[in-house]
């Protein structure tokens, strides 16, 4: 603990306002010293403050003690204590390199879009590509498909992987998909087989993004979708190979912005 | 929403509207019950049932499924014979329908592919905002300053208004730019036909006397709404129904038992 | 602050720059006049070989395009858009189109400008020069579709093939049959406008024109070339501006005399070595696609990231006249003719030396070399298959056949990774587009240029 | 020879060639048979079998999403050439031994080098087809299809002589004979055959080599004529024009609808199968002739003549598909466009008020090239048929 104490002195950390989650990550000499994620709610400064203050409480900091604040994601200019900005694509690169040097695609299934990008072997962004305006390719649809089912969110994955026969989907809207999915269900389609299926054509639109900045074998999954094991599945069906998910994959921007805080000058 | 409409003659015997669940084979079967019992019917009573509107095929017991574009079409001529242009504002999607002095369609589009500027995204905004559906209309009507939404996806303009609302934005306001923004999204589908007056406004959108407003600013001039829009399209079945009865001639139409087929998927 | 940084930053602007807004308004207010004069009007697409032409027969263009850019710069295309969507037209077509036909419907129902039309309305032509150019479908059908309302307007259409490239096949072998029918298709032109004026081509008058047109070839190529000074004097923001003389006005006098200042401008800035800004600490290349027209500043957005455009390859439209090798010949027509085959397979002979290659990768590998370019920049409208469709491919093809340029490659055999961003949205419909979207974008991009570059460093 | 090249009969054998696209090319690669894969209907596919291929018509699918092609290809190209090209990615045309694209639209046009490179076929051509059809662009084409023949011969070294060419022609205007044969069966009510039958045959034929093609179209066709037991119902008749379509789903969806499809002016239909080759003393004359001129698709400009009126413009450019629906007596006219096929898309509106002109309610949709749109087009196509009844 004094130990922790001692280098304290040089703790950064890193936030990432999401659109559904903020994280928060506290960073000395290159440890982690705590993280912490809660809902973002309607009201990103507030969510920034409670889940910065709980990172530090159990990290057991004061905001002294912190040299360097960035914040990152959809809502970062609202948070009023960050010392700078960073783009999220820039910090996820940071975050997975962190962990895992090798990786050299990411692909991170955020709430409201997706975004895919290349690092290079010094952990920097090379490209990158987001998807569009319509929420249709993110991980919203999981969510929402997921309260349709009335089944928890962590259980659509693992419910996935029993399907033997993915149906086709055909709604792209993350709003009618709501739709089409009660009268799937309604018409008598096996769960699973539903969630197979909405898994795969989202698998495909991911691979898709990711072809464009050009996939390479060593690639990671990030972002709440990466934590819906179906969805990772249909992934590595549809790319030939395997796909990386880092422990905590929600956590990889906010690291990332720690990172990048740590590495700004004093 | 699943509505009912009851016809003799020229007059409704009366209507009946419920909500649509997933369950909606179970629900069209007790709507109609609950329309029958109102006007002391019986279903023998019925000479010719026709089911329309996106659930059109999970009502088994309806003589024939016609198309919403007919059967509003139908309706919004029964209640307005002037009637030349229809915007149906409904949940699941948004249709303008051109039609002739018979109350046939000639002309139709639709969006139904993105959620956006149809019913749906208003529901949608209620909830995230806590409002109810009915509330919209009034609470936009205390803006004189509409706030600019930026974003067309439902889920992102949701999550624009939640933020917006956080950071001070009236919620005036900010429902006000949401009708604006559906407004729009509505006529520029809509305009795909060169729209021609008189313009009714049916579907449960036509409730919302704001938006309702808003449209008939776009259009430049006022746009009539029947007494009760959700009905158009269930009135119109109806009158589409007598149509066909009194075609075929008493006697013709095969009388077939009516299987109400209650049917239950959640059983969980 | 924030302001305040930015004013350090803001760009400087060409003179040259400055004047077109006034040259564009005057054009169109002069079509509006030369009509109450009398004089013939003809809607026309830009780069399509029939400019010297028009002019020596004293029609005045009306080039339909320019006027849907210009709606587009006002903000106002959605009234002709949706006029257009209205009458059966699908939104995902070419929208200049959509936009150009909505306008002329509308004033044809009229039968007067519509209210308030952007810088006093587009006036109604007497004829309609088509272009079945290899180049674009809409220009193939937009004016026919136009007949609709305009019945009694008549239509040439010029078809105006080049060959493509191919591994086997050298232009040379095919030019023969080629040129013949340019040539066929461009005297039809001369005689479908002698019968619409009354008048014969006065061919002395022809090859002036063209003698100055390449003249001013020669002279924007010039003002390209310079722009690879560092710092940059001109950016693609300026050149989205003083293209204008080139693609409208190319074989007029006033043209030249446009680039001869534009060049003065350009060597006196690089004399003074006075840049687009300050601190130029990125040379972008914008390397396909047209751009958004109601957005142009977000190249001011770029410049105040530190961000230069030295070099665009949209609206790229000249290569000098020498380099062309246009056989002798004292006939205006046939001159027309080699200078546009020549000018569209003008890279052919430098792919065939790369494996893999392609006239257009080719040209950004030049471009990226010549300019010094540490990162390209690509739209992709959605309403616009002809200048839009293989940009992704071409993106990739440089990955794979362009080798790493020495300083970026920092020692380790790594291919060269160009940072790439691809913006979507449109030309002129605004719907598709979010200002903060994209700026959020190039934010990123900058971001990562930054970081190439403290690699490099490092 | 029919029977030994052919298992199965008429409309069985159809099903399975539609359904394993290409199987019978593939088995006479294994013969040494080499085939050029081509998209579009503007491919001169006499010139191709006279070199000794077999020309296999590439094809999208409906069912398929589209995953790799995207990757190299924009998704504003039209969601048909996308489909198709998608397709040859995922290597269902990797047993084919060159590729030809004609300069039909700009979604094919400007993604040649795209189809070029990403496909790496030994061989691959761009016919440049004129715009404009005047004598000098016929001119033109001819020399660039003497072209084509010469670049070909190269890769086949071989000689292509005119007297194969003339063989060809013949064999393929018989082949045509043979599909219109096949349509006349639909000018009975009810039809005899169903237009998704139809596109599943012709589809079929577009696999094979020309004289096998003729045969399967004949044992359809023969099949047809002793059917008895066919469930194609009297219901209103319908025309379906616009650029291309080659899976059946779309004409099942109209039928299931209660409709029967019985004509068409389409790719992989009568546009395609209608005009013969004229046979001329250079037969590259009459070829040229064909395709462009013959070929009526509006990627080819027909120009308004002057002192014609608008109406008789019109009826120039439409009138052979007014002439089909007025044989074929239809009901009514869907129009069918992919987005961002610009060549269709400016003419939507003239064709609407032309067929409008001839009595017949119009019905416009513009469709993604995926069967997940069915739902969608299902109110569309029935509330159309409401109109009609
Ligand atoms: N176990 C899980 N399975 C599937 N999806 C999940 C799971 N956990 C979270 N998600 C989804 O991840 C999304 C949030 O991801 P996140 O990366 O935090 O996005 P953001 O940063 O945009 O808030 C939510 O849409 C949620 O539905
Ligand atoms: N009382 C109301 N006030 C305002 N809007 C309403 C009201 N009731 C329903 N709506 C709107 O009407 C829509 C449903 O319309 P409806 O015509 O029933 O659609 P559908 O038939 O597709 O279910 C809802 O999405 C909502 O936006
Ligand atoms: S389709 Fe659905 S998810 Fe996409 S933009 Fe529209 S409302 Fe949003
Ligand atoms: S498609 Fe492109 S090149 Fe053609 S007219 Fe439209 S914008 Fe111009
Ligand atoms: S459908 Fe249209 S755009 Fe697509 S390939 Fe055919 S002609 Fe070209």
Redesign the pocket.
């Known amino acids: 603990m004094d130990e922790l104490r001692a280098g304290a002195t040089g703790c950064t950390a890193g936030i ?8 928060a990550v506290i960073l000395s000499d290159n440890r982690i010293l705590s993280r912490h ?1 809660i809902p ?1 709610g309607g009201n990103y400064r507030h969510a920034a403050e409670t889940v910065l203050g709980a990172a530090l409480e159990k990290a057991k900091l004061s905001r002294h003690d912190i040299r360097k604040i960035v914040a990152t ?2 809502g970062a200019a609202n948070v009023p204590f960050a010392d700078t900005i960073s783009s ?1 694509i820039a910090c996820q690169g940071r975050g997975v390199f962190f962990l895992h040097p090798s990786v050299r695609t990411i692909i ?6 997706s975004k895919v990008s290349r690092i290079d072997a010094n952990g920097r962004t090379s490209a990158f590509l987001l998807s569009g305006k319509c929420a249709g390719g ?3 649809i ?2 929402v498909i ?1 309260r349709v089912l009335r089944v928890k ?2 259980e ?2 693992p419910l996935s992987l029993k399907s033997q026969n993915p149906v086709r989907f055909n709604t792209q809207c993350a709003v009618f998909a709501e739709t089409e999915a009660v009268s799937r269900i309604a018409e008598g389609l096996a769960k699973e087989d539903l969630l197979a299926g909405i898994h795969l054509a989202l698998a495909s639109q991911l691979y898709t993004l990711a072809e464009r900045v050009g996939m390479e074998q060593d690639c990671a999954l ?7 094991i179906g ?1 990772l599945k249909a992934v590595q069906e549809i790319a030939g190979h395997a796909c990386i998910v880092p422990d905590e ?2 956590m990889m ?1 906010a690291l990332g912005a720690a990172i990048i805080a740590g590495e700004s000058g004093a | 929403m699943t509505k009912v409409a009851i016809i003799e003659e020229e007059t409704i015997r009366c209507s009946v509207i419920g909500h649509t669940g997933p369950e909606q084979r179970k629900l069209a079967g007790r709507v109609v019950k609950e329309a029958l019992d109102k006007a002391g019917l019986s279903m023998e009573d019925i000479s010719y049932l026709v089911a329309t509107g996106y659930g059109r095929i999970n009502v088994p017991f309806a003589d024939k499924q016609i198309t919403e574009i007919s059967c509003h079409a139908r309706g919004v001529n029964a209640l307005f014979p002037e009637a030349r242009t229809v915007i149906d504002i409904g949940g699941q999607d948004v249709k303008g329908i051109k039609i002739d002095g018979q109350g046939k369609p000639v002309d139709f589009v639709m969006n139904d592919k993105c959620a956006a500027g149809t019913g749906r995204f208003l529901e949608v905004i209620a909830e995230t905002l806590g409002l109810q559906i009915e509330d919209l209309s009034r609470t936009a009507a205390e803006s004189a300053n509409p706030a600019r939404i930026s974003s067309l996806c439902t889920v992102f303009a949701a999550q624009e208004v939640a933020s917006r609302l956080s950071e001070g934005v009236p919620l005036g306001d900010l429902v006000a730019g949401i009708h604006q923004s559906v407004a729009e999204r509505i006529i520029r589908t809509v305009s795909r036909l060169s729209i021609t007056r008189e313009v009714v406004i049916t579907g449960g959108g036509a409730k919302n006397g704001n938006l309702v407003k808003m449209l008939a600013d776009k259009l430049g001039y006022g746009a009539l709404v029947p007494p009760e829009p959700l009905l158009s399209g269930a009135i119109g079945a109806a009158m589409l129904a007598r149509d066909r009865f009194q075609k075929a001639g008493p006697g013709q139409m095969l009388k077939r038992p009516r299987d109400f087929g209650e049917v239950t998927f959640f059983n969980a | 602050m924030a302001d305040e940084q930015d004013a350090k930053k803001r760009r400087k602007a060409t003179e040259a720059a400055g004047k077109i807004g006034g040259m564009v308004r005057a054009a169109i207010g002069g079509t509006i006049k030369a009509k109450q004069e009398g004089k013939k009007l003809a809607y026309a697409f830009i780069s399509s070989s029939y400019d010297e032409i028009i002019r020596a027969m004293d029609i005045v263009p009306v080039w339909t395009e320019n006027y849907a850019g210009i709606c587009g710069v006002k903000r106002d295309v959605n009234r002709f858009l949706e006029r257009a969507e209205s009458l059966g037209l699908s939104r995902s077509l070419c929208t200049y189109a959509l936009c150009g036909i909505g306008f002329d419907q509308m004033r044809e129902e009229l039968g007067e400008m519509p209210p308030n039309s952007p810088w006093g309305g587009q006036a109604r032509p007497d004829m309609m020069l088509s272009s079945g150019q290899i180049l674009c479908d809409p220009r193939n059908k937009w004016y026919q579709a136009s007949q609709q309302f305009m019945p009694d307007v008549p239509i040439y259409n010029v078809g105006l093939p080049w060959p493509m490239y191919e591994d086997d096949v050298d232009v040379d072998d095919v030019a023969d049959y080629y040129i013949k029918h340019i040539v066929k298709e461009l005297r039809g032109l001369i005689a479908f406008l002698e019968k619409q004026t009354g008048k014969k081509m006065d061919y002395d008058r022809l090859s002036g024109i063209v003698a100055l047109a390449e003249h001013t070839w020669d002279l924007i190529w010039e003002t390209y070339e310079m722009r690879r000074a560092t710092p940059t004097p001109m950016d693609t923001g300026d050149a989205m501006n003083t293209m204008v003389p080139m693609v409208f006005m190319m074989g007029t006098q006033e043209a030249y005399d446009f680039y001869l200042a534009l060049k003065a401008e350009l060597q006196d800035k690089i004399d003074r070595k006075e840049g687009v800004i300050e601190d130029e600490k990125y040379r972008l290349l914008w390397g396909g696609g047209l751009p958004s027209w109601f957005a142009l500043n977000d190249f001011n957005y770029f410049n105040s990231k530190g961000a230069v455009f030295p070099a665009e390859t949209t609206y790229r439209l000249v290569e000098p006249i020498e380099r062309l090798n246009i056989p002798n010949t004292s006939d205006p027509v046939e001159r027309l003719a080699w200078r546009w085959l020549r000018y569209w397979t003008y890279w052919y002979d430098k792919a065939r030396k790369r494996p893999g290659s392609e006239p257009d990768v080719e040209r950004l590998i030049q471009y990226i070399e010549d300019y010094k370019i540490d990162g390209i920049v690509m739209h992709e409208a959605f309403s616009c298959r002809t200048w839009h469709l293989g940009l992704i491919w071409q993106l990739n093809q440089l990955k794979k056949i362009y080798r790493p340029i020495p300083v970026l490659s920092l020692g380790k055999p790594a291919r060269r990774e160009n940072p790439s961003l691809i913006l979507e949205s449109d030309i002129i419909d605004m719907s598709s587009y979010s200002e903060v979207e994209t700026r959020s974008k190039i934010d990123a991009f900058i971001e990562t240029l930054e970081s190439l570059k403290s690699n490099q460093i490092a | 020879m029919s029977n030994e090249t052919i298992n199965g009969r008429g409309l069985a054998e159809a099903e399975r060639l539609y359904r394993d696209y290409g199987i019978r090319a593939k088995k006479l690669k294994e013969q040494g048979q080499k085939s050029i894969a081509y998209v579009c209907a503007l491919v001169p596919l006499e010139i191709i079998a006279a070199a000794g291929f077999i020309p296999i018509r590439i094809r999208g699918d409906v069912n398929e999403p589209i995953t790799k092609g995207d990757i190299d290809l924009e998704t504003i190209a039209c969601p048909y050439a996308r489909s198709c090209f998608d397709n040859a990615v995922k290597g269902r045309y990797s047993f084919c031994d060159g590729l030809a694209i004609p300069h039909s639209c700009d979604s094919t046009a400007r993604t040649y080098s795209v189809w070029r490179y990403v496909l790496n076929f030994p061989y691959s051509h761009f016919i440049n087809t004129p715009h404009t059809a005047n004598t000098s662009a016929l001119e033109f084409f001819r020399a660039d299809l003497k072209n084509f023949l010469k670049s070909l011969g190269r890769f086949a070294r071989s000689e292509i002589t005119d007297a194969k060419l003339a063989r060809y022609v013949e064999l393929y205007n018989e082949n045509r004979k043979k599909v219109m044969a096949l349509y006349a069966l639909r000018k009975q009510d009810p039809p005899l055959i169903s237009g998704a039958e139809m596109v599943k045959a012709l589809v079929a034929g577009l696999s094979l080599p020309v004289e096998e093609a003729s045969d399967l179209y004949d044992q359809v066709r023969e099949e047809i004529l002793n059917r008895k037991d066919a469930a194609i119902k009297k219901l209103p008749r319908i025309m379906v024009v616009g650029s291309a379509i080659d899976n059946h789903d779309f004409m099942q969806l109209i039928e299931e609808s209660g409709a029967n499809v019985v004509v068409d002016d389409l790719c992989i239909g009568t546009r395609e199968f209608g005009p013969p080759t004229a046979v001329t003393d250079d037969p590259m004359d009459g070829i040229a002739d064909r395709y462009l001129n013959r070929i009526n698709c509006p990627r080819t400009y027909r120009e308004k003549k002057e002192g014609e009126t608008l109406e008789d413009d019109l009826a120039a450019r439409f009138g052979d598909a007014g002439k089909l629906a007025k044989e074929y007596a239809v009901d009514g006219v869907i129009l069918y466009m992919y987005k961002y096929c610009d060549p269709f898309g400016f003419e939507i509106p003239v064709r609407k008020t032309w067929f409008e002109s001839l009595g017949l309610p119009v019905l416009y949709i513009e469709d993604e090239y995926s069967a997940g749109t069915t739902g969608s087009l299902r109110t569309r196509i029935q509330a159309f048929l409401e109109v009609i009844e």
């Open positions: 990432d306002i999401g659109a559904s989650f903020s994280k994620i973002s994601g959809g999220d991170d299934v955020g709430d409201l879009s993110s991980a919203r999981l969510q997921a969110i962590d659509i994955g990030i972002g709440g979708g990466a934590k819906d969805l994959p929600q921007a």
